[in-house]
């Protein structure tokens, strides 16, 4: 009933620039907080930015002043632009959301959302 689409990924030099989006389709009645997260070979998935629907945002040390989130409510879209990248930027990187939606009952129902994920390679 609701899915989470990620795109921009792809194979970038370092110093590069690539700019994920997810977008959140479905029966949606709000989104919360969303965020990227990023899972590298062989380690844990960790959190890369955060964005309320405020627009608050929060991200890892290891990418600020390099990376921006930003979110287009109206799209119900959240982006990633990431500049300078590195070869350690390396990963899968997932789209996460907080989301009430109805469900064919039309009970409003809170979930926390995955998508697919994009890989990003970052590679001289």
């Known amino acids: 009933q609701v899915q989470l689409v990620e795109s921009g990924g792809g194979l970038v030099h370092p110093g590069g620039s690539l700019r994920l989006s997810c977008t959140v389709s479905g029966n949606i009645v709000n989104i919360w907080s969303m965020g990227w997260y990023r899972q590298a070979p062989g380690k844990e998935r960790e959190m890369v930015a955060t964005i309320t629907n405020g627009g608050s945002t929060n991200s890892a040390d290891s990418v600020k002043g390099r990376f921006a989130i930003s979110r287009d409510n109206a799209k119900n879209t959240v982006y990633l632009q990431m500049n300078s990248l590195k070869p350690e930027d390396t990963a899968v990187y997932y789209c996460?959301?907080?989301?009430?939606?109805?469900?064919?009952?039309?009970?409003?129902?809170?979930?926390?959302?995955w998508g697919q994920g994009t890989t990003v390679t970052v590679s001289s």
């Open positions: 996460n959301a907080d989301i009430t939606y109805k469900n064919y009952a039309e009970e409003f129902v809170a979930w926390n959302a």
